[in-house]
């Protein structure tokens, strides 16, 4: 699931990349 406020993950179901904070979930 999207992480919201920690930032976006690279993929859906991939390692959590977390790319500067902002309120998003997957690419």
């Not at 919201?4 to 977390?18: A, E, H, P």
């Amino acid at each position: 699931p999207p992480l919201n406020g920690l930032g976006t993950k690279l993929r859906d179901g991939d390692n959590v990349v977390l790319i500067p904070p902002v309120s998003g979930g997957a690419i």
